[in-house]
């Protein structure tokens, strides 16, 4: 048995895709029902496997001034789509935030929560498709009940029959969105490795957040790789995984696809890649520092 289980829920367009077995559409009807979005809200939203906690962790550090506190990460920055599982329910969850309300979401952009009329931020973070197709290998092993080759998650992956989707519908909307709406900062991964203090800077801007040289180094070293992985409050290890595959936190690298991709599947996905950004002037660097495409 290969197959992992999944719910389907419908996407906004008319079709479904796959969300995760403890996501179910009525958690969907709930959530687009009562769920109301609050001028002062922040979501870090992504496709699966490219870089939320990391984005999580900085947004949730820069918010409170550089404080971890004493919550976990997922309780500092929950998962809007399991607020219905919340043991007293959504809405009496929602009424126990103190301060301004961080979300995590890997809703596709038409399943977001409406924001119009709020100043509601986004903080969308895309990384390139063959360092998140090898992330969510190894996350859907450890987290998710997979029990197949990377070969054959691999052609799930291409044809978009993974949890939350078809990676480029989840990123080319959003990507779209970004650029009329200054609601929403697209980021990518490759970025933020390559220039981190920097993109601490640009969310605490985007955030308003008036962020000294001390907070922004601070969020740096606290969101850094070695500094969540052992902290007990970033680390994850909360959080049901299998000891005999990488862990959450796996390599935190730019171009890691490199060790696990054979010559056919890097072009595969090369020529999917091709197709899709065509004209929407969206590039990422794979590992070798040039943009494509
Ligand atoms: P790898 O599997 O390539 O190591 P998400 O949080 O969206 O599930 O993304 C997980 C990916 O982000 C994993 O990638 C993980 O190692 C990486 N990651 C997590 N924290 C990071 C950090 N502080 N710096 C860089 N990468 C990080």
Request: proline content about 5%; glycine content about 8%.
């Amino acid at each position: 048995m290969t197959e992992q289980a999944f719910n389907l829920v419908n996407d906004g367009k008319g079709g479904q895709i796959k969300f995760p077995i403890f996501i179910s559409q009525a958690d969907m009807d709930l959530i687009e029902k009562e769920f109301i979005v609050k001028d002062d809200d922040v979501f870090v939203t992504t496709f699966p496997r490219s870089g939320t906690t990391w984005t999580e962790q900085m947004v949730h550090l820069l918010v409170n001034n550089g404080e971890q506190g004493e919550q976990r990460l997922t309780d500092a920055v929950p998962w809007l789509e399991t607020l219905p599982h919340r043991p007293n329910g959504m809405l009496e969850f929602l009424k126990t935030i103190k301060g301004r309300r961080l979300f995590t979401s890997h809703l596709p952009h038409p399943l977001m929560p409406r924001r119009d009329n709020t100043t509601a931020k986004i903080v969308y973070v895309a990384r390139n498709p063959k360092d998140v197709a090898i992330s969510l290998f190894f996350h859907d092993q450890s987290k998710g009940g997979y029990m197949g080759t990377w070969e054959e998650h691999f052609q799930l992956f291409l044809k978009g029959d993974v949890h939350c989707g078809d990676y480029f519908d989840h990123i080319l909307p959003w990507w779209e969105a970004s650029q009329h709406d200054k609601n929403i900062l697209f980021l990518k991964y490759e970025d933020m490795k390559n220039d981190h203090a920097g993109s601490v800077a640009q969310i605490a801007s985007f955030l308003d957040i008036s962020a000294t040289p001390e907070l922004i180094a601070t969020v740096v070293t606290l969101s850094g790789f070695k500094s969540m992985t052992s902290t007990p409050t970033t680390n994850f290890n909360w959080i049901p995984q299998r000891a005999d595959v990488p862990s959450h936190f796996r390599k935190g690298d730019i171009g890691d696809w490199k060790n696990h991709f054979s010559a056919e599947q890097s072009a595969q996905l090369d020529a999917l890649f091709a197709e899709k950004m065509k004209g929407t002037g969206l590039q990422f660097d794979f590992g070798d520092g040039v943009l494509l495409p």
